[in-house]
C-alpha cells in the first residue's frame, strides 16, 4: 500500500540538524493496512497446518 501522505508532509532529511516543521512521512501498519478475501484464506489456511502439526502429529505418533 503507498503512502496515502505523502503530498500532505515534507520529505526528512536526517542529515539535517533542525527538525522538520512537521512530522516525517507515515507507515503502515499491518492492522491498519487494507487485506482482501485471498490474504484470509492464506491465513486460515496456515492455521489450519499449525494446528494439523501441533495436534495431528503427536496422535499419529502415539
Given at each position: 500500500m503507498a503512502d496515502?501522505?505523502?503530498d500532505?508532509?515534507?520529505e526528512y532529511d536526517p542529515s539535517?540538524?533542525?527538525p522538520p516543521t512537521e512530522a516525517?512521512?507515515?507507515r503502515s501498519t499491518a492492522p491498519q493496512s487494507e487485506f482482501t478475501t485471498g490474504h484470509v484464506a492464506v491465513g486460515f489456511l496456515i492455521v489450519?497446518?499449525?494446528l494439523a502439526i501441533t495436534f495431528?502429529?503427536?496422535l499419529v505418533a502415539a
Open positions: 496515502d501522505h505523502e500532505d508532509r515534507p539535517e540538524p533542525a516525517p512521512p507515515l489450519l497446518v499449525g495431528g502429529l503427536p
